[in-house]
C-alpha cells in the first residue's frame, strides 16, 4: 500500500465533499487516485458514498470492486448507500459475499440498513431469515440500533406484537423509536371502510395502546414529532377521543409545527370520526396544499354522516382541481350514495371505475354496491351481483346480501346467504344474529331457537353490543345490562327515569327482534338495558345540564328501538346525541335522525 502523508487526507476530502456534479466528482476522484489516497479505507468509504449519489451503480461498483480486501466497514457503507438508492438485490449480493468470505462476519452495523430494506409484507419471510442471522452471528444484548431496525421492520409487516417486544427492550426509546411503534399501532387500529358495506371499522385496543404509549412518552420528555402527532390523531380518531384529539390539534398550533398534509388528513378524520363535522371542513378548508388523500378523507366524512349530495359535490371538485380518483375515493363516493339511496348514481360511479379511470374494481367496491342494492330493496340484483362477480364472493360480500334480505324481509336470499357464511365463517355469530333477527321479526320463534341452537352447537358466543361514551376527556364503555360501573346505581335510576319519560311521550318499545320467545314486558326490559341508553344515562348524570352534544361510538348496529328512543331523547332532554355504529354517523337532534330512519 502507498504511503500517503495524514496532511493529504483533509484538504481531499474537502474537495470530495463540495463536489455537487459528476464531473467535479470525477476529477477529486482521479486525484485521489493519483495520491495514492484511494488506498486507504477511510477515504475510500466517502468516495463510495459520493458516487453512489452523483454516479451510476455500475460506476459505484467499478470502485468497490477494485479494493483489495474490502473490510466489514466498507461492506456495511456500500449495502447503506446501495439501500438508500433502492438497488436492494445488489445490496444482498453484497452481504452474501459478506457471508462466504473466510475472515469477515456481519456486524451490528450491517443489518439495520438491510432491515429497512425489508419493510413491506412481501419481504416478511427475507426479513425473518435475516432476523434468524442476526440471532447467529450478534451477541445479546444488542445495541439500540440492531433492536430499532428489528422494531422498524416488524412494525411496517404489522407484526406489532413482535415490533412491542423489541420496544420494550430499548432501555431509553429516541423520537424515530417511539414514531416507529406508535404508528406500528396507529395503523393497525385505522378506521377505515371495512368491506361490507363501507362500514367503519378499526382495533380499538391497539388505539387505547397508542395513548398510553404517548402517556409513557411524555413522561420520557421525548418531544413529539409531526410523525408522533399523525399516529396519535389517527389513534384519537378511531376512539372518537376528541378532547384527546383537540390537544393534539392544538399542541401542532402552538408548537408551529408543520400543518402538512398528513396531519391535515387525520385531523379531518378524527373530526368526522368524532361527529363534528364542521371542524373536518374548517381543517380541510385551512390547509395551504390539499392532496388526494386529504379529499378522500373529507369526502369519506361527508359520506358516512349522511352528506351524499355534498359529498359528490366534493368528489367534482376534486377532479376540478387536477386530482385523478384512486379505488378508495371511489368507495367514497359509492358510499355516500348508499347512505341516501342514489341507487342510479352508485351504479353509475361503480361503472366509472373500470370505463374512465381504468381501475380494476375490488370486493370493497361490489360489498358496497351490494349494500347500495340491498338498502334500496333491490335484493335480487343484489343477489345476482354477489354470483357474477368476477372473483370468489367472500364472507363480508354474503354477509351485506344477508343484512339486505333481513331489512327487506327475503327470507330465501336470506337463508342461502346464512349457508355460505357458515362455510366461509363457521364461527362469526354476528351471520347467525342476523338470521335469527330475521326470524324473529317474522314470529317464527323455531326457527329462531334453531338457528340459535346452532350457534350453540358450534360453540360460539354473541358478540355483546359495547359503547364508548367520552365524559371530560375520559371515556367510559358500557355493555349491554352493564352492572359494573362505580355510579351504577345513579345510572339505572336515570334509565328508570328515561324510559319513564319515553312512555309519557307514547314511545312503543320495537320488541320484534328481540331474539327470545319471552313476553313482552321481558322484552322491553331487554332492550332497555342497550349499551348505548346506559351510556346516555351516564352522560346525562355526569355532563349535568350541559348543552355540549353526548358522543356514542357503538361497536355494533343500532337497533330500531334504540334508533326511535335516542330520537326522542334528544327530544325530551334537549341534548343533542351523536352516536356512531358499525354503519354511519346518526345525530340525534330535537326528535329526529339526520339519516332520515334510512339506515
Not at 93 to 117: R, V
Amino acid at each position: 500500500m502507498r504511503a500517503v502523508s495524514p496532511a493529504v487526507y483533509h484538504p481531499t476530502l474537502n474537495l470530495l465533499q463540495k463536489c455537487k456534479t459528476l464531473n467535479t466528482f470525477k476529477q477529486v476522484h482521479a486525484q485521489m487516485v493519483t495520491t495514492g489516497l484511494i488506498l486507504h479505507t477511510y477515504p475510500i468509504s466517502r468516495i463510495l458514498l459520493l458516487s453512489s449519489t452523483l454516479a451510476t451503480l455500475s460506476y459505484t461498483m467499478t470502485i468497490f470492486n477494485k479494493v483489495q480486501s474490502p473490510s466489514i466497514f466498507l461492506y456495511n457503507t456500500v449495502i447503506s448507500s446501495l439501500i438508500q438508492k433502492d438497488h436492494t438485490k445488489v445490496a444482498l449480493s453484497l452481504y452474501d459475499q459478506i457471508l462466504t468470505h473466510p475472515n469477515l462476519k456481519p456486524n451490528n452495523y450491517t443489518y439495520p440498513s438491510l432491515f429497512k430494506a425489508f419493510g413491506a409484507h412481501q419481504w416478511l419471510k427475507h426479513g425473518q431469515t435475516l432476523h434468524a442471522h442476526v440471532l447467529k452471528f450478534l451477541h445479546t444484548p444488542y445495541d439500540n440500533f440492531v433492536q430499532a431496525s428489528l422494531l422498524n421492520f416488524y412494525a411496517r409487516c404489522g407484526r406489532v406484537g413482535i415490533a412491542r417486544y423489541f420496544f420494550d427492550q430499548i432501555k431509553e426509546p429516541d423520537l424515530a423509536t417511539w414514531n416507529s411503534i406508535l404508528s406500528a399501532y396507529a395503523r393497525n387500529s385505522s378506521v377505515s371502510f371495512a368491506a361490507d358495506s363501507s362500514h367503519l371499522d378499526g382495533n380499538t385496543s391497539s388505539s387505547l395502546e397508542v395513548l398510553n404509549l404517548f402517556s409513557h412518552m411524555q413522561k420520557s420528555l421525548v418531544e413529539p414529532s409531526e410523525v408522533t402527532l399523525v399516529a396519535l390523531i389517527t389513534a384519537c380518531a378511531e376512539l372518537g377521543a376528541l378532547s384527546q384529539g383537540i390537544w393534539a390539534h392544538v399542541y401542532i398550533i402552538r408548537n408551529e409545527l408543520r400543518f402538512n398534509h398528513y396531519i391535515g388528513t387525520a385531523l379531518i378524520t378524527l373530526y368526522a370520526n368524532s361527529g363534528s363535522l364542521r371542524f373536518a371542513w374548517q381543517v380541510f378548508h385551512q390547509l395551504p396544499h390539499k392532496d388526494k388523500f386529504c379529499f378522500n378523507a373529507m369526502i369519506r366524512g361527508l359520506a358516512i354522516h349522511g352528506h351524499g349530495h355534498e359529498a359528490l359535490d366534493l368528489f367534482e371538485i376534486m377532479k376540478q382541481e387536477g386530482f385523478l380518483p384512486d379505488d378508495v375515493t371511489i368507495l367514497a363516493v359509492m358510499c355516500a350514495c348508499s347512505h341516501i339511496g342514489l341507487v342510479d348514481e352508485g351504479r353509475k360511479y361503480f361503472e366509472s371505475m373500470s370505463s374512465i379511470y381504468g381501475l380494476e374494481p375490488k370486493l370493497e367496491h361490489y360489498c358496497c354496491l351490494v349494500d347500495l342494492l340491498g338498502r334500496a330493496g333491490l335484493v335480487k340484483e343484489a343477489e345476482e351481483r354477489v354470483l357474477t362477480i368476477p372473483m370468489k364472493p367472500n364472507a363480508v360480500l354474503w354477509r351485506s346480501l344477508l343484512g339486505a334480505a333481513r331489512v327487506h324481509g327475503n327470507l330465501e336470499i336470506g337463508e342461502v346467504a346464512l349457508r355460505k357464511l357458515i362455510e366461509l365463517e363457521p364461527e362469526t355469530s354476528g351471520n347467525y344474529v342476523l338470521l335469527s333477527n330475521m326470524y324473529a321479526c317474522m314470529d317464527r320463534w323455531d326457527d329462531a331457537k334453531r338457528v340459535r341452537q346452532l350457534m350453540k352447537d358450534h360453540g360460539i358466543d354473541k358478540i355483546p353490543g359495547s359503547s364508548l361514551v367520552e365524559v371530560d376527556g375520559t371515556l367510559h364503555e358500557f355493555l349491554i345490562g352493564d352492572k359494573s360501573h362505580p355510579y351504577v346505581k345513579d345510572i339505572y335510576l336515570k334509565l328508570e327515569e328515561m324510559n319513564t319519560k319515553l312512555q309519557e311521550c307514547g314511545h312503543q318499545p320495537r320488541t320484534r327482534e328481540v331474539l327470545f320467545d319471552i313476553e313482552e314486558e321481558e322484552k322491553e326490559d331487554v332492550l332497555s338495558y342497550h349499551s348505548e341508553k346506559l351510556a346516555i344515562a351516564f352522560a346525562l348524570i355526569a355532563s349535568d345540564e350541559s348543552c355540549a352534544p353526548i358522543r356514542i361510538i357503538k361497536n355494533l348496529r343500532v337497533c330500531v328501538d334504540c334508533h326511535s328512543s335516542i330520537k326522542l331523547l334528544s327530544l325530551i332532554y334537549r341534548r343533542e346525541i351523536i352516536v356512531r355504529d358499525r354503519t354511519r354517523f346518526h345525530h340525534f337532534d330535537s326528535g329526529s335522525c339526520s339519516c332520515l330512519d334510512y339506515w
